[in-house]
Protein backbone atom coordinates (compact mmCIF):
# COMPACT_ATOMS: atom_id res chain seq x y z
CA UNK A 1 0.00 0.00 0.00
CA UNK A 2 1.54 3.50 -0.43
CA UNK A 3 2.81 5.44 1.79
CA UNK A 4 2.75 9.33 1.03
CA UNK A 5 5.69 10.55 3.33
CA UNK A 6 5.07 14.33 4.64
CA UNK A 7 7.67 16.55 4.86
CA UNK A 8 8.40 19.63 7.45
CA UNK A 9 10.56 22.47 5.79
CA UNK A 10 12.69 23.24 8.17
CA UNK A 11 14.32 26.48 6.17
CA UNK A 12 12.66 28.83 8.41
CA UNK A 13 13.75 28.27 11.93
CA UNK A 14 16.19 25.32 12.73
CA UNK A 15 18.13 25.59 9.48
CA UNK A 16 19.23 28.72 10.14
CA UNK A 17 19.22 28.60 13.80
CA UNK A 18 21.76 25.76 13.17
CA UNK A 19 24.21 27.28 11.08
CA UNK A 20 23.54 31.51 11.52
CA UNK A 21 22.29 31.06 15.02
CA UNK A 22 18.99 32.23 14.03
CA UNK A 23 19.84 35.24 12.64
CA UNK A 24 17.78 35.22 9.32
CA UNK A 25 15.36 37.81 9.73
CA UNK A 26 11.89 38.31 8.22
CA UNK A 27 13.14 40.94 5.25
CA UNK A 28 14.72 37.52 3.62
CA UNK A 29 11.55 35.06 3.82
CA UNK A 30 9.02 37.28 2.61
CA UNK A 31 9.98 37.10 -1.30
CA UNK A 32 10.18 33.29 -1.00
CA UNK A 33 7.16 32.95 1.06
CA UNK A 34 4.45 32.51 -1.76
CA UNK A 35 6.34 29.98 -3.57
CA UNK A 36 6.99 28.06 0.04
CA UNK A 37 3.45 28.15 0.59
CA UNK A 38 2.50 26.42 -3.02
CA UNK A 39 5.00 23.44 -2.55
CA UNK A 40 2.55 21.75 -0.52
CA UNK A 41 4.67 20.47 2.79
CA UNK A 42 3.57 18.54 5.55
CA UNK A 43 4.36 21.63 7.49
CA UNK A 44 6.46 24.95 7.69
CA UNK A 45 8.41 24.84 10.74
CA UNK A 46 9.28 28.77 11.04
CA UNK A 47 8.53 29.44 14.94
CA UNK A 48 9.50 28.94 18.56
CA UNK A 49 13.00 27.61 19.53
CA UNK A 50 15.34 30.17 19.88
CA UNK A 51 13.93 32.33 16.93
CA UNK A 52 11.55 34.33 19.72
CA UNK A 53 15.22 34.97 21.87
CA UNK A 54 17.08 35.90 18.61
CA UNK A 55 14.24 38.19 17.17
CA UNK A 56 14.04 40.57 20.22
CA UNK A 57 17.47 40.51 20.97
CA UNK A 58 19.58 40.70 17.55
CA UNK A 59 17.04 41.51 14.86
CA UNK A 60 15.16 44.66 16.53
CA UNK A 61 11.77 42.16 15.54
CA UNK A 62 9.09 41.61 17.26
CA UNK A 63 8.25 38.00 16.75
CA UNK A 64 4.49 37.89 17.30
CA UNK A 65 4.71 39.97 14.46
CA UNK A 66 7.09 37.75 12.21
CA UNK A 67 4.46 35.58 13.04
CA UNK A 68 1.57 37.34 11.81
CA UNK A 69 3.46 38.06 8.57
CA UNK A 70 4.23 34.86 8.20
CA UNK A 71 0.74 33.82 8.77
CA UNK A 72 -1.04 35.85 6.29
CA UNK A 73 1.74 34.95 3.42
CA UNK A 74 1.32 31.30 4.11
CA UNK A 75 -2.54 30.75 4.04
CA UNK A 76 -2.37 27.26 2.52
CA UNK A 77 0.47 25.42 4.79
CA UNK A 78 0.42 24.15 8.29
CA UNK A 79 3.21 26.45 10.50
CA UNK A 80 4.63 24.95 13.19
CA UNK A 81 6.78 26.01 16.35
CA UNK A 82 9.16 24.05 18.42
CA UNK A 83 8.30 24.74 22.43
CA UNK A 84 10.34 23.89 25.45
CA UNK A 85 7.59 22.39 27.70
CA UNK A 86 6.99 24.16 30.97
CA UNK A 87 9.87 26.98 29.77
CA UNK A 88 8.00 27.57 27.08
CA UNK A 89 10.91 29.19 24.66
CA UNK A 90 12.45 30.65 27.81
CA UNK A 91 15.25 28.97 30.48
CA UNK A 92 12.73 28.03 33.24
CA UNK A 93 9.96 26.92 34.55
CA UNK A 94 6.68 29.40 34.38
CA UNK A 95 3.35 29.02 36.26
CA UNK A 96 0.64 27.26 34.35
CA UNK A 97 -1.35 30.22 33.43
CA UNK A 98 1.38 31.69 31.41
CA UNK A 99 1.99 28.32 29.39
CA UNK A 100 -1.48 28.61 28.74
CA UNK A 101 -1.60 32.18 27.66
CA UNK A 102 1.63 31.45 25.84
CA UNK A 103 -0.10 28.79 23.66
CA UNK A 104 -3.54 30.52 23.42
CA UNK A 105 -2.04 33.36 21.46
CA UNK A 106 0.67 31.40 19.04
CA UNK A 107 -2.25 29.90 17.73
CA UNK A 108 -4.57 32.73 17.66
CA UNK A 109 -1.82 34.35 15.68
CA UNK A 110 -1.58 31.27 13.74
CA UNK A 111 0.68 28.18 15.05
CA UNK A 112 -1.22 25.00 13.71
CA UNK A 113 1.22 22.63 15.12
CA UNK A 114 3.21 22.72 18.58
CA UNK A 115 6.12 20.79 18.79
CA UNK A 116 6.77 20.05 22.70
CA UNK A 117 9.35 18.22 23.99
CA UNK A 118 11.40 18.18 27.84
CA UNK A 119 15.16 17.93 27.88
CA UNK A 120 14.76 15.05 30.82
CA UNK A 121 12.10 12.85 28.61
CA UNK A 122 10.06 13.98 31.92
CA UNK A 123 6.24 13.70 31.09
CA UNK A 124 4.97 15.57 34.08
CA UNK A 125 6.69 18.89 32.23
CA UNK A 126 4.69 18.57 29.44
CA UNK A 127 1.17 17.71 30.52
CA UNK A 128 -0.07 21.06 30.74
CA UNK A 129 1.26 21.91 27.48
CA UNK A 130 -0.24 18.93 25.78
CA UNK A 131 -3.77 19.59 27.18
CA UNK A 132 -3.26 23.60 26.69
CA UNK A 133 -2.75 22.87 22.63
CA UNK A 134 -5.48 20.65 22.52
CA UNK A 135 -7.91 23.03 23.95
CA UNK A 136 -7.08 25.53 21.28
CA UNK A 137 -7.43 23.12 18.77
CA UNK A 138 -3.71 23.01 17.65
CA UNK A 139 -1.59 19.78 16.63
CA UNK A 140 0.05 18.58 19.55
CA UNK A 141 3.17 16.76 18.92
CA UNK A 142 5.22 15.56 21.50
CA UNK A 143 8.99 15.18 21.00
CA UNK A 144 11.33 12.59 22.34
CA UNK A 145 14.55 13.67 23.17
CA UNK A 146 16.67 10.61 21.77
CA UNK A 147 20.15 10.51 23.45
CA UNK A 148 22.20 7.22 24.01
CA UNK A 149 23.50 5.37 27.44
CA UNK A 150 22.83 2.15 29.63
CA UNK A 151 19.17 3.34 30.44
CA UNK A 152 18.38 4.52 26.72
CA UNK A 153 16.66 1.17 25.30
CA UNK A 154 13.92 0.58 22.83
CA UNK A 155 12.10 -0.35 25.65
CA UNK A 156 12.99 2.85 27.30
CA UNK A 157 11.77 4.87 24.56
CA UNK A 158 8.74 2.07 23.71
CA UNK A 159 7.56 2.96 27.20
CA UNK A 160 7.78 6.79 26.60
CA UNK A 161 6.23 6.46 23.42
CA UNK A 162 3.46 4.64 24.66
CA UNK A 163 2.91 7.54 28.24
CA UNK A 164 3.11 10.51 24.82
CA UNK A 165 -0.08 8.71 23.11
CA UNK A 166 -1.91 8.24 26.51
CA UNK A 167 -1.58 11.87 27.16
CA UNK A 168 -3.60 12.81 24.05
CA UNK A 169 -0.52 13.83 21.73
CA UNK A 170 -1.80 13.97 18.24
CA UNK A 171 1.61 12.73 16.79
CA UNK A 172 5.17 11.61 17.96
CA UNK A 173 8.92 12.99 16.86
CA UNK A 174 11.77 11.92 17.44
CA UNK A 175 14.30 14.09 17.84
CA UNK A 176 17.71 13.31 17.23
CA UNK A 177 19.19 16.69 18.17
CA UNK A 178 22.83 15.83 19.04
CA UNK A 179 22.73 13.44 15.42
CA UNK A 180 23.50 10.36 17.10
CA UNK A 181 21.16 8.27 15.19
CA UNK A 182 22.92 5.81 13.01
CA UNK A 183 20.49 4.51 9.98
CA UNK A 184 20.27 1.10 10.99
CA UNK A 185 19.39 2.22 14.72
CA UNK A 186 16.91 4.47 13.54
CA UNK A 187 15.31 1.63 11.70
CA UNK A 188 15.16 -0.52 14.50
CA UNK A 189 13.73 2.39 16.52
CA UNK A 190 10.83 3.93 14.19
CA UNK A 191 9.51 0.21 13.72
CA UNK A 192 9.72 -0.70 17.58
CA UNK A 193 8.14 2.87 18.09
CA UNK A 194 5.23 2.15 15.20
CA UNK A 195 4.71 -1.57 16.77
CA UNK A 196 3.29 0.28 19.61
CA UNK A 197 1.80 3.58 18.92
CA UNK A 198 -1.58 4.25 16.10
CA UNK A 199 -0.55 7.95 16.28
CA UNK A 200 1.65 9.47 13.49
CA UNK A 201 5.32 9.19 14.10
CA UNK A 202 7.95 12.42 12.84
CA UNK A 203 11.77 11.86 12.47
CA UNK A 204 13.81 14.97 13.12
CA UNK A 205 17.62 14.32 13.10
CA UNK A 206 20.90 16.68 12.08
CA UNK A 207 23.53 16.16 9.62
CA UNK A 208 26.48 16.84 11.98
CA UNK A 209 27.90 13.13 11.86
CA UNK A 210 26.96 12.53 7.94
CA UNK A 211 24.16 10.15 8.45
CA UNK A 212 20.98 12.00 8.86
CA UNK A 213 20.00 11.18 5.25
CA UNK A 214 20.54 7.26 5.33
CA UNK A 215 18.94 7.51 8.43
CA UNK A 216 15.83 9.66 7.23
CA UNK A 217 15.79 6.77 4.62
CA UNK A 218 15.60 3.70 6.57
CA UNK A 219 12.97 5.34 8.80
CA UNK A 220 11.05 5.79 5.96
CA UNK A 221 11.15 2.14 5.07
CA UNK A 222 10.67 1.33 8.96
CA UNK A 223 7.27 3.30 8.61
CA UNK A 224 7.79 6.89 9.97
CA UNK A 225 4.33 9.06 8.31
CA UNK A 226 7.01 12.71 8.11
CA UNK A 227 10.36 14.08 8.12
CA UNK A 228 12.24 17.13 8.75
CA UNK A 229 14.72 18.37 5.76
CA UNK A 230 16.09 21.83 4.83
CA UNK A 231 16.41 23.61 1.37
CA UNK A 232 19.23 22.53 -0.11
CA UNK A 233 21.54 25.94 0.90
CA UNK A 234 21.39 25.94 4.21
CA UNK A 235 21.19 21.90 4.92
CA UNK A 236 23.93 19.61 5.55
CA UNK A 237 26.85 20.16 8.30
CA UNK A 238 24.96 20.74 11.54
CA UNK A 239 21.63 21.14 9.92
CA UNK A 240 19.08 18.72 8.41
CA UNK A 241 18.90 16.76 5.37
CA UNK A 242 18.54 18.48 1.83
CA UNK A 243 14.91 18.56 0.62
CA UNK A 244 15.15 18.62 -2.33
CA UNK A 245 17.40 15.40 -2.23
CA UNK A 246 14.98 13.20 -0.40
CA UNK A 247 12.24 14.19 -2.66
CA UNK A 248 14.15 12.79 -5.24
CA UNK A 249 14.99 9.39 -3.46
CA UNK A 250 11.14 8.88 -2.82
CA UNK A 251 9.86 10.22 -6.23
CA UNK A 252 8.48 6.97 -8.01
CA UNK A 253 8.56 4.89 -5.23
CA UNK A 254 5.58 3.78 -2.99
CA UNK A 255 6.98 6.68 -0.35
CA UNK A 256 6.65 9.31 -3.00
CA UNK A 257 6.16 12.82 -1.15
CA UNK A 258 4.35 14.15 -4.37
CA UNK A 259 6.40 17.47 -3.86
CA UNK A 260 7.78 19.10 -7.31
CA UNK A 261 11.20 18.91 -7.77
CA UNK A 262 11.10 22.28 -10.08
CA UNK A 263 9.13 24.33 -7.83
CA UNK A 264 11.82 23.19 -5.15
CA UNK A 265 14.66 24.24 -7.46
CA UNK A 266 13.50 27.75 -7.94
CA UNK A 267 12.98 28.06 -4.30
CA UNK A 268 16.68 26.62 -4.19
CA UNK A 269 17.94 29.22 -6.38
CA UNK A 270 16.34 31.74 -4.15
CA UNK A 271 18.16 30.36 -0.79
CA UNK A 272 21.43 29.91 -2.62
CA UNK A 273 21.52 34.25 -2.93
CA UNK A 274 20.69 34.24 1.06
CA UNK A 275 23.62 31.62 1.76
CA UNK A 276 26.01 33.63 -0.82
CA UNK A 277 25.23 36.70 1.46
CA UNK A 278 25.27 34.93 4.87
CA UNK A 279 28.62 33.74 4.16
CA UNK A 280 30.32 37.03 2.60
CA UNK A 281 28.52 38.82 5.70
CA UNK A 282 30.67 36.40 8.22
CA UNK A 283 27.30 35.08 9.17
CA UNK A 284 27.88 31.47 7.80
CA UNK A 285 31.13 29.60 8.52
CA UNK A 286 31.43 27.15 5.91
CA UNK A 287 33.42 24.94 8.52
CA UNK A 288 30.02 24.28 9.96
CA UNK A 289 28.70 22.78 7.09
CA UNK A 290 31.33 20.07 6.94
CA UNK A 291 30.78 16.47 9.04
CA UNK A 292 31.92 16.26 11.90
CA UNK A 293 32.01 12.35 13.98
CA UNK A 294 32.99 13.70 17.46
CA UNK A 295 29.17 13.67 18.17
CA UNK A 296 29.64 9.77 17.70
CA UNK A 297 32.70 9.51 19.28
CA UNK A 298 32.35 11.26 22.50
CA UNK A 299 28.13 11.18 22.56
CA UNK A 300 28.90 15.02 23.03
CA UNK A 301 26.24 17.12 21.03
CA UNK A 302 28.54 19.47 18.19
CA UNK A 303 27.00 22.59 20.02
CA UNK A 304 28.72 21.19 22.83
CA UNK A 305 31.73 20.49 21.79
CA UNK A 306 32.63 24.01 21.00
CA UNK A 307 31.10 24.84 23.79
CA UNK A 308 33.34 23.17 26.18
CA UNK A 309 36.81 24.17 23.67
CA UNK A 310 35.60 27.69 24.53
CA UNK A 311 35.35 27.64 28.15
CA UNK A 312 38.36 26.16 28.29
CA UNK A 313 40.32 28.68 26.02
CA UNK A 314 39.01 31.26 28.57
CA UNK A 315 39.98 29.77 31.24
CA UNK A 316 43.62 29.01 29.57
CA UNK A 317 43.44 25.16 29.61
CA UNK A 318 42.53 24.12 25.95
CA UNK A 319 44.89 21.76 26.88
CA UNK A 320 42.19 19.87 28.99
CA UNK A 321 39.97 19.23 26.49
CA UNK A 322 40.45 15.62 26.04
CA UNK A 323 40.20 15.06 29.77
CA UNK A 324 36.78 16.83 29.99
CA UNK A 325 35.01 14.36 27.38
CA UNK A 326 36.19 12.20 29.45
CA UNK A 327 34.67 13.55 32.79
CA UNK A 328 30.92 14.17 30.86
CA UNK A 329 29.89 10.62 30.60
CA UNK A 330 31.18 10.23 34.77
CA UNK A 331 28.70 14.00 35.49
CA UNK A 332 26.41 12.70 33.32
CA UNK A 333 25.92 9.44 34.96
CA UNK A 334 26.15 11.15 38.71
CA UNK A 335 23.51 13.25 37.88
CA UNK A 336 20.55 10.76 36.40
CA UNK A 337 21.46 10.50 32.86
CA UNK A 338 19.63 13.17 31.05
CA UNK A 339 19.79 13.67 27.57
CA UNK A 340 22.19 16.38 26.70
CA UNK A 341 20.06 19.08 24.94
CA UNK A 342 19.39 22.58 25.92
CA UNK A 343 19.65 23.35 29.17
CA UNK A 344 21.25 20.34 30.72
CA UNK A 345 24.30 19.70 27.98
CA UNK A 346 25.20 23.39 29.00
CA UNK A 347 24.68 22.30 32.84
CA UNK A 348 26.80 18.84 32.54
CA UNK A 349 29.05 20.14 30.14
CA UNK A 350 30.09 23.16 32.26
CA UNK A 351 30.15 21.15 35.78
CA UNK A 352 32.52 18.62 33.77
CA UNK A 353 34.64 21.53 32.76
CA UNK A 354 34.83 22.75 36.77
CA UNK A 355 35.49 18.96 37.98
CA UNK A 356 38.89 18.80 35.70
CA UNK A 357 40.03 22.69 35.86
CA UNK A 358 39.48 22.72 39.71
CA UNK A 359 41.50 19.21 39.87
CA UNK A 360 38.63 18.00 42.38
CA UNK A 361 35.56 16.37 41.27
CA UNK A 362 32.64 18.69 42.71
CA UNK A 363 35.11 20.86 44.56
CA UNK A 364 33.03 23.97 43.12
CA UNK A 365 29.23 23.32 41.85
CA UNK A 366 27.04 26.06 39.72
CA UNK A 367 23.72 26.49 40.69
CA UNK A 368 21.92 24.69 38.00
CA UNK A 369 23.91 21.40 38.12
CA UNK A 370 22.70 22.06 42.17
CA UNK A 371 18.93 22.69 41.01
CA UNK A 372 19.49 19.76 38.31
CA UNK A 373 20.53 17.32 41.32
CA UNK A 374 17.56 19.03 44.18
CA UNK A 375 14.66 18.29 40.88
CA UNK A 376 13.80 21.66 39.99
CA UNK A 377 14.03 20.52 36.45
CA UNK A 378 12.15 17.61 36.59
CA UNK A 379 12.80 13.99 37.12
CA UNK A 380 16.28 12.50 35.44
CA UNK A 381 15.84 9.43 33.67
CA UNK A 382 17.70 7.33 36.10
CA UNK A 383 17.06 8.66 40.42
CA UNK A 384 20.34 10.30 41.59
CA UNK A 385 22.13 8.33 44.06
CA UNK A 386 21.29 9.88 47.90
CA UNK A 387 24.30 10.08 49.12
CA UNK A 388 25.53 12.00 45.69
CA UNK A 389 22.82 14.45 46.16
CA UNK A 390 24.25 15.47 49.76
CA UNK A 391 27.43 16.08 48.79
CA UNK A 392 26.20 18.63 46.24
CA UNK A 393 23.29 20.02 47.80
CA UNK A 394 23.58 19.09 51.49
CA UNK A 395 20.11 18.82 53.49
CA UNK A 396 18.14 20.50 50.56
CA UNK A 397 15.24 19.70 49.94
CA UNK A 398 14.97 17.57 46.96
CA UNK A 399 11.92 18.06 44.36
CA UNK A 400 9.97 14.90 43.76
CA UNK A 401 6.27 16.65 42.32
CA UNK A 402 6.27 18.62 39.00
CA UNK A 403 8.31 21.49 39.51
CA UNK A 404 5.50 23.99 38.11
CA UNK A 405 2.99 23.02 41.15
CA UNK A 406 5.62 24.62 43.39
CA UNK A 407 4.97 28.27 41.09
CA UNK A 408 1.88 30.64 41.98
CA UNK A 409 0.23 32.32 39.34
CA UNK A 410 2.37 34.71 37.66
CA UNK A 411 0.55 36.64 34.70
CA UNK A 412 -1.42 39.24 36.14
CA UNK A 413 2.31 40.22 38.08
CA UNK A 414 4.07 40.06 35.08
CA UNK A 415 1.33 42.33 33.30
CA UNK A 416 1.44 45.08 35.82
CA UNK A 417 5.29 44.81 35.47
CA UNK A 418 6.05 45.25 31.89
CA UNK A 419 2.60 47.55 31.45
CA UNK A 420 3.95 50.93 30.87
CA UNK A 421 5.21 48.94 27.90
CA UNK A 422 3.05 46.84 26.63
CA UNK A 423 1.29 47.69 23.42
CA UNK A 424 -0.44 44.29 22.13
CA UNK A 425 -1.50 41.98 24.42
CA UNK A 426 1.44 39.55 23.70
CA UNK A 427 3.50 41.49 24.80
CA UNK A 428 3.37 40.09 28.30
CA UNK A 429 4.90 36.67 27.31
CA UNK A 430 7.86 38.48 25.31
CA UNK A 431 8.59 40.27 28.83
CA UNK A 432 7.89 36.94 30.69
CA UNK A 433 10.48 34.72 29.04
CA UNK A 434 13.02 37.42 28.37
CA UNK A 435 12.54 40.64 30.86
CA UNK A 436 15.51 43.03 29.82
CA UNK A 437 16.05 41.94 26.24
CA UNK A 438 12.28 42.37 26.03
CA UNK A 439 12.10 46.39 27.42
CA UNK A 440 14.93 47.14 25.20
CA UNK A 441 13.02 45.91 21.95
CA UNK A 442 10.34 48.18 23.45
CA UNK A 443 12.38 50.99 24.34
CA UNK A 444 13.11 50.71 20.74
CA UNK A 445 9.97 50.14 19.70
CA UNK A 446 8.45 53.20 20.87
CA UNK A 447 10.90 55.64 20.05
CA UNK A 448 10.51 54.79 16.31
CA UNK A 449 6.95 55.00 16.57
CA UNK A 450 6.81 58.24 18.28
CA UNK A 451 10.45 59.56 18.21
CA UNK A 452 10.78 60.08 21.61
CA UNK A 453 10.85 58.61 24.90
CA UNK A 454 9.12 55.13 24.43
CA UNK A 455 7.81 55.49 28.08
CA UNK A 456 6.21 58.92 28.00
CA UNK A 457 4.46 58.06 24.52
CA UNK A 458 2.88 55.06 25.40
CA UNK A 459 1.50 56.78 29.08
CA UNK A 460 0.12 59.39 27.04
CA UNK A 461 -1.40 56.65 24.23
CA UNK A 462 -2.80 54.92 27.35
CA UNK A 463 -4.40 57.91 28.67
CA UNK A 464 -5.77 58.89 24.89
CA UNK A 465 -6.39 55.93 23.40
CA UNK A 466 -6.16 56.47 19.48
Known amino acids: MAKKIGITETVLRDAHQSLIATRMPIEDMLPILDK ?45 MLFRGQNMLGYRHYADDVLEYFVQRSVANGIDIIRIFDALNDIKNLNVAIKAAKKEGAHAQVAISYTTGPIFTHEYYINYAKRIEDTGADSICIKDMAALLTPYETYDLVKAIKSVVKIPVQLHTHYTSGLASMCELKAVEAGVDMLDTAMSPLALGTSHTPTESMVAALKGTEYDTGLDLVLLNEIREYFMTLRTKYIKSGLLDPSMLATNTKALVYQVPGGMLSNLLSQLKQAGKADKLEEVLQEVPRVRKDSGYPPLVTPTSQIV ?9 TGERY ?104
Not at 366 to 385: C, H, M, Q, R, W
Open 349 to 357: GTQAVYNII
Open 363 to 466: KMCTNEFKDLVAGKYGSTPLPIDDEFARKIIGDAPRITCRPADLLQPELESLRKECAEWTEQEEDVLSYAQFPKVAVDFFKKRAEKKYGIDGKHANAEKMVHPV
Open 36 to 80: LDKVGYYSLECWGGATFDACLRFLNEDPWERLRVLRKNCPNTKLQ
